[in-house]
Nanobody
Framework: QMQLVESGGGLVQAGGSLRLSCAASGRTFSSYTMGWFRQAPGKEREFVARISWRSDSTTYADSVKGRFTISRDNAKNTVYLQMYSLKPEDTGVYYC????????????WGQGTQVTVSS
C-alpha cells in the first residue's frame, strides 16, 4: 500500500498562485509515475498533470498548460503542483495519484485538497 497526503490547498483570488504538495509513504515512491487530478462540483474528475518517475517526462491538460508545473523530489517522497494565474474554473478538489510501472491506471489516490479561486 501507498499512502498519499495532499496539502497546500486554500482560497485564492483569480490571478493568484498556490503550490500543492503530496507526500507519499509505504512504497518505493521513486518507481511510480505521479499524477494530479481535480474534480469540480458536479463534474467528473479530470486529469491535470503527470510526471515520470525520473522527472524526464511531464504531461499537462490543455486547460492548465503554461500555468501549472508538476515536479517531484524523490528524496522527500513528494510531488508538487505549482499553480500560477489561477482562474475560477480551476476550483475543485485536487487529488494526487500514483501509477506503478506497466499499469494503465493509477493504483493509489490521496484524499484530496480543496482549491477555491474567487473571481
Amino acid at each position: 500500500q501507498m499512502q498519499l497526503v495532499e496539502s497546500g490547498g486554500g482560497l485564492v483570488q483569480a490571478g493568484g498562485s498556490l503550490r500543492l504538495s503530496c507526500a507519499a509513504s509505504g512504497r518505493t515512491f521513486s518507481s511510480y509515475t505521479m499524477g494530479w487530478f481535480r474534480q469540480a462540483p458536479g463534474k467528473e474528475r479530470e486529469f491535470v498533470a503527470r510526471i515520470s518517475w525520473r522527472s524526464d517526462s511531464t504531461t499537462y491538460a490543455d486547460s492548465v498548460k503554461g500555468r501549472f508545473t508538476i515536479s517531484r523530489d524523490n528524496a522527500k517522497n513528494t510531488v508538487y503542483l505549482q499553480m500560477y494565474s489561477l482562474k475560477p474554473e480551476d476550483t475543485g478538489v485536487y487529488y494526487c495519484a500514483a501509477r506503478a510501472s506497466g499499469w494503465a491506471s493509477y493504483n493509489y489516490w490521496g484524499q484530496g485538497t480543496q482549491v477555491t479561486v474567487s473571481s
